[in-house]
Nanobody, 119 residues
Framework: QVQLVESGGGLVQPGGSLRLSCAAAGRVFSNVMMGWYRQAPGKQRELVAT???????DYANFVDDRFTISRHNAKNTVDLQMDSLKPEDTAVYYC?????????????WGQGTQVTVSS
């Protein structure tokens, strides 16, 4: 079993920044994928960014160079630095870890952290 605990959400004005953090505890394999997803009210959960154990990153188009995902393999943490935030970034943000090609066997989500962008 794996437990994911997110932190760092909150209320920020448009144009501001937030840093989300997620710590994984339990049976965490060194080659896990890590990522951040988000779900706005009335919308489907969507991918924000992913990062491999080797540090290769991938971002959704809407990120538009505003967010940076990073991970610390030894500490089993993944962060999401979010800059130039927009009201449309308002959502619950979830971290996820999974094994590529084995997500049916190893796939874990955090409880979510609220991000609200409003003046």
């Amino acid at each position: 079993q794996v437990q994911l605990v997110e932190s760092g959400g909150g209320l920020v004005q448009p144009g501001g920044s937030l840093r989300l953090s997620c710590a994984a505890a339990g049976r965490v394999f060194s080659n896990v994928m890590m990522g951040w997803y988000r779900q706005a009210p009335g919308k489907q959960r969507e991918l924000v960014a992913t990062i491999t154990s080797g540090g290769t990153t991938d971002y959704a188009n809407f990120v538009d160079d505003r967010f940076t995902i990073s991970r610390h393999n030894a500490k089993n943490t993944v962060d999401l630095q979010m800059d130039s935030l927009k009201p449309e970034d308002t959502a619950v943000y979830y971290c996820r870890i999974w094994l590529r090609g084995r997500a049916s066997e190893y796939n874990y989500w955090g409880q979510g952290t609220q991000v609200t962008v409003s003046s």
